[in-house]
């Protein structure tokens, strides 16, 4: 059965804070991606990797970095956490060719006090 | 810029037939793709299409015509279970990796 994992499914920081959000996938999945969903706004996204160490940005990058050092794991990193960082954070992988299916974590609410 | 545009809240009735329209604004594009999401749950993959037409999958359809931007996903034989968020997405830019998704729409089952 094909998974994608994230590190935490609840997560609380406090405003300053370096925060690390973790994803896995176990389908060799070449790309992956981080999006964040506020009500009304669907998913934006933020960053996207199609390579290892490879990244590109996605639409609402300020505020946000990441990191891919193997094929498996894809890493968001907030480097100061503000509270307009509080929201639902969804990774997802797909391959790189076919029908361009995503398979989506079940996501991280994180909360910034 | 890139933007997908879809309605924000549909009803329907149980056993009916409902449309749900998507239009987009991007570059490189190479494919429209559908989600369902139902509350408090993952969105997970209802169908993607890269050429126009139509394609079916059971009661759900997706069409799309690439000249006009638009596409929609069509529910037949409505069941409650069919309420949730729908999302459209395309896939886009230099990449072809790039997977943006529009802002959602409710879909509500009444019996």
């Known amino acids: 059965d094909v998974k994608v994992t994230q590190s935490s499914r609840y997560l609380v920081k406090r405003t300053g804070e370096k925060v690390f959000l973790e994803c896995v996938q176990d389908?060799?999945?070449?790309?992956m991606f981080w999006y964040r969903q506020d009500p009304g706004l669907g998913l934006r996204l933020i960053y996207f990797?199609?390579?290892?160490?490879?990244?590109e940005k996605g639409d609402i990058p300020e505020g946000y970095s990441v990191s891919r050092e193997k094929k498996e794991r894809f890493s968001l990193i907030l480097e100061s956490a503000s509270t307009n960082q509080t929201s639902m954070y969804l990774c997802?992988?797909?391959?790189?060719?076919?029908?361009?299916?995503?398979?989506f974590g079940p996501g991280t609410r994180l909360t910034v006090l | 810029g890139q933007s997908l545009e879809q309605p924000s809240e549909v009803t329907a009735v149980e056993g009916a037939i409902v449309q749900i329209n998507c239009t987009y604004q991007?570059?490189?594009?190479?494919?429209l793709s559908w989600y369902q999401q139902h509350d408090g749950g993952a969105p997970t993959f209802l169908s993607y299409?890269?050429?126009?037409g139509l394609e079916e999958t059971g009661r759900f359809s997706s069409f799309l015509s690439r000249s006009d931007s638009y596409g929609y996903l069509l529910l037949q034989e409505l069941q409650m279970k069919d309420s949730a968020s729908y999302f459209c997405?395309?896939?886009?830019?230099?990449?072809?990796?790039?997977?943006?998704f529009g802002s959602g729409t409710r879909l509500s089952i009444r019996p």
């Open positions: 299409n890269a050429l126009d």
């Open positions: 997802a992988s797909s391959a790189l060719s076919g029908d361009n299916e995503q398979f």
């Open positions: 997405a395309v896939r886009s830019g230099s990449s072809a990796s790039k997977i943006i």
């Open positions: 990797s199609y390579d290892v160490k490879m990244k």
């Open positions: 389908m060799d999945h070449e790309n």
């Open positions: 991007t570059s490189g594009f190479y494919g």
